[in-house]
């Protein structure tokens, strides 16, 4: 019903910068309440990084404040989110799922792998 495709992630050095791409496909790919990023590092649960209500309102996690910031690439339709990551930092490694939630049910990405070493 929905597809989510995450783009973005590769391997970078402490400090630089990332931008992660997510778009939603399929005949029920709209009317989302919120899409959100969600990231998920070795031997850890799932956290929730960033989130983007429909009506603008955004949220972040403590841990990302003043470095991300989340966005639409393309802010016509409601269908897609970014994350921009800047400062990054060695705990900042995971993959990084994008999530949709609508009246028709949660949906996940596939994720991207972020890497930060030097």
């Known amino acids: 019903q929905v597809k989510l495709v995450e783009s973005g992630g590769a391997w970078v050095q402490p400090g630089d910068s990332l931008r992660l791409s997510c778009s939603a496909s399929g005949p029920r790919a709209s009317g989302f309440w919120s899409m959100a990023w969600y990231r998920q590092a070795p031997g850890k649960e799932r956290e929730l990084v960033a989130r983007?209500?429909?009506?603008?309102?955004?949220?972040?996690a403590d841990f990302v404040k003043g470095r991300f910031t989340i966005s639409r690439d393309n802010p016509r339709t409601r269908n897609n989110v970014a994350l921009q990551m800047n400062n990054l930092k060695p705990e900042d490694t995971a993959v990084y799922y994008c999530?949709?939630?609508?009246?028709?049910?949660?949906?996940w990405g596939q994720g991207t792998q972020v890497t930060v070493s030097s």
């Open positions: 999530h949709a939630s609508a009246q028709h049910g949660n949906y």
């Open positions: 983007l209500v429909t009506n603008g309102d955004k949220n972040y």
